[in-house]
């Protein structure tokens, strides 16, 4: 098979970059011909991996059987880029690459990982040159850039025109892709060279191998001791990784007396700061720091510490699933995690605090933090013990079976990509499969009317409105069907109308419904937001297009429940406001909201000033004008207004 690749490769820093090493690697060592398409090359120096020229030769592979990696990279001519405004095109120049690639070497199939700009420029390679395209996101792609105002709608047309998306879950069928076009990757894998590299890293000698050509990451050249406590961290700084956590702790660790060094293989655009916050700390003098390496050299940093600390909290994708927990693990040293991460490990059933992990339920605890810090250090064999037996907990399959998925994944799309008869992609029986895309998100509704949905679903497949070819878009056209036809259905009370409707503004959140016609969330560009309420007062909030307001009669949501748990229902007479906010990753907003804030949604059509608002909805002091400014300022970190 001849395999386009469009991804993020090493020097690039990271878990993708990383994972996609491995995966084009194993699918050469299967015989088959890669060409990794890639602006590696051109990485931000605090992103970058440090490599030796011997690293950079295993960037390509060659094996026995004729299986190869062949790396293609941007950045070899950085004349002429000249544009106004100016910007590095990589969506352009790989998809140029990737389409000469393809033409060049009959490529079968164009595989892409990471929407931004890797997807985006296999999509238009993909277009032009007519092979079938997968691809695969990770997590702040699916969430963070999916949900953005201005990219959200790009995203959701490159996945419409895959030919499949490797994903977690069935979220993307609200963008109209049928069940048959989603495929999952559940290999628990890692490369047999990370439990054969038996190497400690040599850290004096690296240090002045680097000192010697400049680095900047290395800020201590002293001899880095032996026989001393060794704390490691590596990958990304910041706030939300429990970073500045770890060093309060250790600042207290020293004050108590107990001797240790703190090593760390690590960068990001917080790193001047981290590196401001260890001299604060009076640590500087025992700190070595050193820059990302090459992934098959991290199992030699692991080795080289007493304790290596994953600490990540409050972290803003909440589907992000960072594999350095289970490294530490596969490299037998302890693992010291915050409880965010034991809750997200595959094995997180089985962890044992001071048996084969030590827990921080939250590392903002810093006495917590440090006692359990000091408890590691002061012990090391113990310490020792626990990643021996932290290393049991893996279930690790062969290398083999990554190569082997994704060569299934691609084979099969391959396949259906060449069928001359669309007979077999039809929808084989749509009744079935909206009654089954309805479950997921108006399971109460289908309880409820159990007894009158076949004839009701045979007579939506009957009218010409219905099958058009997108069962998430049928499924809502249903949904309003089902609304008219529940008011005449005799005996049904208030409550359960209203039920019904509630969970339709779900399944509206899940459905490309505005994607397909063209209503962005806002038609005109956000400015930065002022924190001046001065200022603030002159601007014109704008509510986004892809909000929904409604008020319910009964706890809708405490109704939902009970009908699902099959328990008799009683509702009390209330009124609940509910706000639903459509995002570009579909991933579902509800907010509790009062008569105020409604009433601010509806006059913030982008024309009146803040001022003006404040007139109409009669905030004459000057503690609620104040209060205005708050609400306002929260709605728009949520996008759900912008200001003018």
């Known amino acids: 098979m001849r395999i386009c690749a469009v991804m993020k490769y090493p020097p690039i820093e990271g878990g993708v970059s990383a994972r996609a090493y491995w995966v084009a690697r194993s699918l050469a060592a299967r015989g088959h011909q890669v060409s990794v398409i890639t602006n590696a090359a051109e990485v931000e120096d605090e992103y970058r991996i440090w490599m030796s020229e011997e690293d ?52 079968d199939i164009l595989f892409s990982w990471y929407f931004e700009p890797y997807s985006l420029s296999g999509s238009l390679a993909a277009s032009w040159t007519g092979v079938p395209h997968v691809v695969q996101h990770a997590g702040s792609d699916r969430t963070r850039l999916m949900s953005h105002p201005e990219l959200s709608l790009a995203y959701h047309e490159m996945l419409r025109h895959a030919s499949k998306v490797i994903t977690g879950g069935p979220a993307f069928c609200g963008l109209g892709l049928d069940s048959d076009q989603l495929a999952h990757i559940a290999v628990r894998f890692q490369p047999s060279e990370w439990s054969a590299n038996n190497q400690c890293l040599d850290v004096n000698a690296l240090t002045e191998r680097l000192a010697t050509l400049g680095h900047p990451a290395i800020t201590n050249r002293r001899f880095f001791p032996e026989g001393i406590p060794v704390v490691g961290v590596y ?13 309060s702790a250790l600042a207290e660790v020293r004050r108590h007396g107990i001797r240790f060094v703190l090593l760390t293989l690590a960068g990001g655009r917080e790193w001047p700061a981290f590196r401001k916050s260890i001299v604060d700390a009076h640590l500087g003098d025992i700190t070595w720091t050193l820059p990302f390496l090459p992934h098959w050299r991290v199992p030699e940093f692991l080795r080289a510490c007493t304790v290596v600390c994953f600490l990540e909290r409050k972290f803003p994708v909440s589907i992000h699933t960072p594999g350095i927990p289970q490294e530490i693990f596969a490299a037998g040293t302890c693992a010291v995690l915050s409880g965010e991460i034991a809750g997200k490990q595959p094995f997180k059933k089985h962890l044992r605090n001071g048996h084969n992990v030590l827990l921080v339920d ?10 359990t810090l000091e408890h590691a250090l002061s012990d090391p064999e113990r310490s020792r013990a626990i990643g021996q037996a932290g290393a049991q907990l893996l279930r690790v399959e062969h290398e083999d079976a990554l190569g082997q998925a994704y060569e299934q994944i691609f084979t099969q799309t391959i396949d259906r990509h060449h069928r001359t008869s669309n007979s ?33 679903l045979s007579e939506f497949y009957r009218a010409p409105v219905a099958q058009n070819g997108s069962i998430a878009i049928d499924a809502y056209k249903f949904s309003e069907l089902m609304i008219e036809k529940s008011r005449s259905v005799s005996g049904m009370p208030e409550c359960l109308s209203d039920l019904i409707e509630y969970e339709q503004q779900l399944l509206w959140l899940a459905v490309d419904l505005e994607g397909l016609v063209g209503l962005l969330p806002f038609p005109q560009f956000r400015r930065r937001l002022s924190t001046n309420y001065a200022s603030m007062l002159k601007m014109r909030p704008l509510a ?74 009669k905030l004459e002091d000057p503690v609620r004008i104040d209060t205005l400014c708050r609400k306002i300022s929260e709605l728009a970190k949520e996008f759900i207004l912008v200001l003018l």
């Open 56 to 107: 950079e030769e295993r960037l390509e592979a060659s094996f026995p059987n004729g299986g190869k990696v062949k790396l293609v990279q941007t950045g070899s001519f950085r004349r002429s880029l000249s544009h106004i405004p100016w910007s590095n095109p990589f969506v352009t120049k790989l998809a140029a690459l990737a389409t000469g690639e393809i033409r060049a070497t009959g490529a």
């Open 235 to 247: 990958g990304k700084i910041g706030e939300t990784k429990g970073t500045f956590d770890l060093v």
């Open 362 to 371: 939250d590392p903002s605890d810093i006495s917590r933090l440090s006692q």
């Open 424 to 456: 077999d992609v039809a929808l084989s029986n749509p009744e079935t499969k909206l009654s089954r895309f309805l479950e997921t998100h108006m399971p109460a509704s289908l309880r409820l009317l159990q007894d009158v949905m076949p004839d009701w």
């Open 544 to 617: 986004s297009n892809w909000l929904r307001c409604r008020t319910f009669r009964c706890n809708v949501t405490a109704l939902q429940a009970s009908i699902l748990r099959g328990e008799r229902y009683t509702t009390i007479p209330t009124t609940n406001m509910y706000l639903f906010q459509k995002r570009g990753d579909l991933d579902a907003r509800i907010f509790r909201i009062n008569a105020l804030t409604k009433q601010l949604i509806d006059v913030s059509d982008g024309q009146k000033s803040v001022a003006v608002i404040a007139e109409l909805l």
